[in-house]
């Protein structure tokens, strides 16, 4: 099947629009939240979001499998020729708490891999976006990654207690650190060169990386595990070790910090 990147882009830019603008009506109405066994809070407007996003999605690419932290997994996936990947409110503890540290994302993903992608923040109307060979943008402006080569004095996002936990063999040298609840935006700060990279130890799942990975590829940067491994996506476990992204210079000196994290020991949480 021939796919129009740019058309699947756009759709998913209007969908995204849409899904951000419900979330910021639950949060300014109000909302229920509760607590998912093993992962953390979840809300009615995280619900909500993501049925708009299934229903506008599914009615124009009716052929084109889904996979949603907030629907149940069905193997149909499988075997689609094209997935949408979302996560309808990446981030729910800070939408909860009224921070801006959360984010719509969704992908599309076909052979493994992310063609289109947008990562919207309709807190702050930060809305990025990609599709495959043709760049990356935040509100139709080019992004790209920092060069930033080293380690010291990179600005880093992620947990703080991470990067400054005892646990680690060698201290982090001095690198100014950023938190946010949201890895996807997290990652997307790191494409648009306003942070230099991310490290986040603890496992994630499609949903969380599959926009965000495209977008910080096609900012010139990389997205992997602490081993630099690629992401697969659309594979019968959904759930990735860990991510680290950061432009081609800094990534590789991060891939040498992470030498010292052994995910089968007591390690730093993050």
Not at 81 to 86: A, G, I, N, R, S
Not at 114 to 140: C, I, K, R, S, W
Not at 191 to 220: F, M, P, Q, R, Y
Not at 250 to 256: G, W
Request: glycine share 10%; net charge negative; aromatic share 6%.
């Amino acid at each position: 099947m021939t796919i129009d990147l740019r058309a699947d882009l756009d759709l998913l830019i209007a969908a995204a629009r849409a899904a951000g603008a419900l979330a910021l009506d639950y949060r300014a109405k109000g909302f229920r939240t509760w607590e998912k066994e093993g992962h953390g809070p979840v809300t009615d407007a995280d619900l909500a979001v993501d049925a708009l996003l299934k229903e506008r999605l599914g009615q124009a690419r009716p052929t084109y499998g889904w996979l949603s932290e907030e629907t149940a997994d069905n193997p149909a996936r499988l075997s689609a020729d094209h997935l949408f990947v979302v996560d309808p409110i990446d981030g729910t503890r800070a939408f909860v708490k009224g921070r801006p540290h959360f984010a719509v994302s969704i992908a599309v993903v076909a052979g493994g891999r992310p063609q289109a992608a947008v990562v919207f923040n309709p807190a702050l109307d930060e809305l990025y976006a990609a599709h495959l060979g043709g760049g990356a943008t935040m509100n139709a402006a080019t992004i790209k990654v920092s060069d930033q080569a080293g380690i010291e004095g990179a600005r880093m996002v992620g947990p703080e207690d991470m990067y400054r936990s005892r646990l680690w063999p060698t201290p982090w040298p001095a690198i100014a650190i950023a938190g946010s609840t949201s890895i996807a935006y997290a990652l997307c700060l790191v494409a648009g060169g306003t942070h230099d990279g991310s490290v986040s130890l603890t496992g994630k799942s499609d949903w969380d990386l599959a926009a965000a990975d495209l977008i910080v590829h096609e900012a010139g940067g990389i997205a992997s595990t602490h081993a630099g491994e690629r992401f697969t996506y659309n594979r019968v476990s959904t759930r990735h070790r860990n991510i680290i992204s950061a432009g081609p210079a800094l990534h590789a000196r991060l891939l040498e910090k992470l030498t010292e994290f052994n995910p089968r020991r007591t390690s730093p949480s993050g």
